[in-house]
């Protein structure tokens, strides 16, 4: 069943996306969203974050929420899962297990994860039923039997964990580069040996800091944008040698 906060966020986006509110105009006041749609102010401050993770929309200090934009983007703002993020933008998308293994935890794993053993999962997503995304997850062996009972083609992970176990993936920290697609990657993208992706690396944790996995995310290129939105008083985007390191924030990157 669909969040009330998830309705109202779809109500919103479609009005911003139709031009009801314009680049540059105000939403409502919070105030004036609960009354419009029964509900309480919190809710609606959540229906408005997730447009915010979208880069739909920003805020001023002091100020109701201005409409930054109409381009739909995958944001690291807030932590959402690659089937969250489509379903809220109106895709279709799906996902299918390659393979699965528990091994043991090797290089920077066991510190990373609190592991000696791990689940490795090789997971394809799609988008409008075309190969967009590889995930190689390596999930903490707390959590492996959890994933190892979900079907094949879940279509959201992040989600069936919460509904089985009530796992909240809570923080995460995301690393971007650009790598050539290996023979594996080219046959199951659908794109020729060498090609450019987007890779994304994340590890991911609990509210508490407990370790849940970590993944190498590689994108088919011109399958999707990622934004970083940021201001003045904060810039949480690091520029390193070799790698970006993410926390929130603006800029757009192309896959």
Known sequence: MVARYERIADELRDEILSGAHPVGSQLPSEAELAERHGAARGTVRQAIAVLAAEGLVGSRQGARRIVLGRTRSQSFAELHSFAQWARANGYRYGGQVIAQR?????????????????????????????????????????????????????????????????????????????????AQDARLLGVRRGSPLLRQRRTTTTHEGRPVETSDDRYRAGSVAFSIRNSIGANPLVRQAGDLRFGAGEHMFES
């Not at 995304?133 to 094949?152: D, F, H, I, Q, S």
């Not at 069936?160 to 796992?167: C, F, K, N, P, T």
């Open 102 to 182: 528990r091994r043991a935890a090797r290089g920077p794993e066991p510190a990373r994860l609190g592991s000696a053993q791990v689940l490795e999962v090789l997971r394809v997503r799609t988008l409008e039923g075309e190969p967009v995304l590889l995930e190689r997850t390596v999930y903490a062996e707390w959590v492996a039997g959890a994933v190892e009972k979900l079907p094949a083609d879940c279509e959201s992970v992040t989600e069936a964990l919460y509904e089985s176990i009530g796992l909240v993936f809570a923080y995460g920290e995301h690393l971007i580069d650009a790598v050539p697609a290996g």
